[in-house]
């Protein structure tokens, strides 16, 4: 029993020595600038993602439909699929994540019940944990769903769908006709071809995707730029979340010359699973077509980050949070209320892009 208890003191001694050396270095690691204040029109502002990523971006586009006016998902499902089945407190939300919400024939469980999780969501507005869903029905909708994608299937996509009708989305489009893997949808040779599934999860479809979802978000878009008129930022993204939240310590933001002094309105796009930039660099950032219609478009493409982790908080894989692991107790998560630390952070990203222009001198 005392060498049970003195490996338990050196484990628990190893873990404590490697959460402060985590700690330092990311007080130290980066000297990425801070997110500038733009004076940006947040009245349009929309949202995006893959995967995780529209995950993160359906769970923001509820909690915040005040703000929010359309949403994108490519290959994500329903807004708090994670917590069906189950009953509080046991409701197995990572399991739930990487089945029901994923691909729930593989996993011989049934596909996301989007009745029921509206009627959560109406229950969290009535405890004020979101916004009021009445807001929803201003939204607009773009969903996608690849027909070779194995990872987050068709039945999953079509209860998003489901779920955004059901709260009276006043435009959806549902794309589902082409045989794309799982990843972002491009018209890019350099990428995989469209039914592949593998890293960097960019494949060449012959669709811009990122301009067709972004033309249904804000009807009436020009053509995009043949040459942006300026370079993606980085910035500091460690005075919007503690560590737990489970961010990169750098994000990155695309502001076209022109919105340096006019007003623009600002879409948010959440990369998907092993897509942040320590993984593969500026491809989602650079490369996933957003930053050329907003170029012609008098949008700010804000590119938030989360990191690896094989500790705490634990995610290997870089995924946005929808099943809880940035939540301080597991068994009573509130990733998917205002309360959740990553969309606590990105709304306050959105808010300083928001901010008047005289804020950046000491504002």
């Keep these: 029993m005392p060498g049970q208890l003195m490996r338990v003191a050196r484990s628990l001694s190893m873990l404590a020595a490697w959460l402060l050396v985590a700690l330092a270095v990311r007080t130290e690691a980066t000297s990425a600038p801070r997110l500038p204040a733009l004076q940006a029109d947040l009245a349009q502002t929309t949202v995006s993602g893959l995967s995780s990523g529209a995950y993160m971006a ?20 329903p807004y708090y699929c994670a917590g069906h089945p189950g009953r509080p407190p046991f409701i197995p939300y990572l399991a739930n994540a990487l089945s029901v919400c994923m691909n729930p024939q593989e996993a011989g469980t049934d596909p996301p019940d989007a009745v029921l ?63 794309a893997g799982h990843g972002m949808v491009t018209a890019d040779a350099r990428d995989h071809p469209c039914p592949l599934t593998a890293a960097p999860y960019f494949n060449n479809c012959g669709l811009p995707l990122a301009r067709e979802l972004l033309a249904h978000l804000y009807p009436g878009l020009g053509p995009p ?41 600002v879409h948010v796009a959440f990369h998907g699973c092993r897509q942040g930039a320590e993984l593969v660099g500026n ?12 170029d012609a478009n ?43 630390a990553q969309a606590k952070a990105v709304l306050a990203m959105v808010q300083r892009l928001g901010q008047l222009r005289s804020m950046d001198n000491g504002g």
């Excluded at 923001?60 to 290959?75: D, K, P, Q, R, Y």
């Excluded at 769908?161 to 794309?175: C, D, E, K, W």
């Excluded at 950032?285 to 907003?294: F, I, K, M, P, S």
């Excluded at 804000?302 to 301080?328: E, H, I, K, M």
């Design 58 to 77: 359906g769970q923001f586009a509820v909690i915040h439909s005040s703000l929010v006016t359309g949403a994108g998902l490519i290959a994500g499902g």
């Design 283 to 294: 491809h989602f950032y650079g490369r996933a077509g957003y930053n050329e219609v907003a």
């Design 117 to 179: 999780l509206w009627q959560q969501a109406q229950a969290f507005a009535r405890a004020g944990l979101i916004d009021h869903v009445g807001h929803l029905r201003r939204q607009s909708v773009y969903l996608f769903s690849g027909g070779a994608d194995r990872t987050v299937t068709t039945v999953v996509v079509d209860q998003a769908r489901n779920f955004h009708a059901l709260a009276g989305a006043s435009r959806i489009r549902y794309r589902d006709n082409l045989d």
């Design 225 to 265: 730029s043949a040459r942006l008129s300026a370079t993606v930022l980085r910035f500091d993204q460690r005075p919007y979340a503690g560590f737990s939240a489970g961010l990169a310590d750098t994000g990155y933001v695309y502001v076209p010359a022109i919105c340096r002094t006019q007003p623009c309105h």
């Design 298 to 340: 008098r949008l700010i493409v804000l590119y938030p980050q989360v990191r690896t982790s094989r500790f705490y908080p634990y995610n290997p894989r870089g995924c946005w949070d929808y099943w809880g692991y940035s939540s301080a107790n597991p068994f009573l998560p509130d990733f998917h209320t205002r309360d959740g």
